[in-house]
C-alpha cells in the first residue's frame, strides 16, 4: 500500500491511506497499549472517513484526529497577507 498513514487518539491507532484525489481510506483500528485489533476494512471495502464515522461513531475523537492530521499534512495552508 503506498502513502499508509498512522493517527492515534483516546487509546486507539488508525492505519489509513491516501488514495486517489486525496480521498482518506480507513485500512483499521488497533487498540495503542497493545496493537489488538478493534476493526479492519478489506481491501475491497476500505471506508472512507465519512463511512468510518457513520460504522462506528463512538470512535469520534479518532476520527477527527485522522480529518486533522489529514488537513495539516495534507492540504497547503493560505498565504499569510500582509497590509
Known sequence: ??????TE????YVT???VQHHMISIVA???????SLVVTFGPDMFSDLAQA???LPKLTKLWD????DYWTNFI??????TR
Do not use: K
Open 1 to 6: 500500500m503506498d502513502d499508509v498513514r498512522r
Open 9 to 12: 487518539a483516546d487509546g486507539l
Open 16 to 18: 489509513w491511506r491516501l
Open 29 to 35: 483500528v488497533h487498540n495503542a497499549s497493545d496493537a
Open 53 to 55: 464515522r457513520e460504522l
Open 65 to 68: 484526529a485522522v480529518r486533522h
Open 76 to 81: 497547503a495552508p493560505h498565504p499569510q497577507v
